[in-house]
C-alpha cells in the first residue's frame, strides 16, 4: 500500500545553516511548528494545509533567519524568499500560504 499523499496549500523551508542557527533560527523552527500544531495548520490536522521543513543554507547567510515559501497558485509555481525572519512574520507567511492569499512583501530577497 502506498504512503498516505497529503495534498497541502504550500511548502515553507526555515534555514538551519550555522549563520542562521547562530540568528535563531533553530527556535523559530519549533516556535513555526508550535503554531502550525496549535492554530490546525499543519498539513497532518484536520483542515490543516501547510509543510514546514527545515532547509540547508538558503543563501541569506549574513540576514538570517532565512525562510523560503513555495506553492502552485493560478496555475503556476511562486516563490517567497524571506530574510531577517522573525516569528510574527512566519507566521503571517504560513497563514498566507494556507489561505491562497497573497504572500507578504517585507524583508523578500529573491525572485
Ligand atoms: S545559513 Fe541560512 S541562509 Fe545561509
Do not use: I
Not at 25 to 36: E, P, T
Not at 90 to 95: D, I, L, P, S, Y
Not at 98 to 103: D, I, K, P, R, T
Request: charged share 20%; net charge positive; glycine share 10%.
Amino acid at each position: 500500500m502506498p504512503p498516505k499523499y497529503f495534498k497541502t496549500s504550500g511548502h515553507l523551508l526555515v534555514c538551519q545553516g550555522q549563520n542562521c542557527q547562530a540568528r535563531g533560527s533553530a527556535l523559530l523552527y519549533r516556535a513555526l511548528w508550535n503554531h502550525l500544531e496549535r492554530a490546525s495548520l499543519a498539513y497532518y490536522k484536520t483542515g490543516g494545509t501547510v509543510r514546514l521543513t527545515e532547509s540547508g543554507c538558503l543563501g541569506a547567510c549574513s540576514s538570517g533567519p532565512a525562510l523560503c515559501a513555495y506553492r502552485q497558485r493560478e496555475g503556476k509555481l511562486e516563490e517567497g524568499w524571506y530574510a531577517a525572519v522573525d516569528f510574527p512574520l512566519a507566521v503571517r507567511v504560513a497563514q498566507a500560504v494556507h489561505e491562497g492569499a497573497a504572500l507578504p512583501e517585507e524583508r523578500k530577497y529573491g525572485p
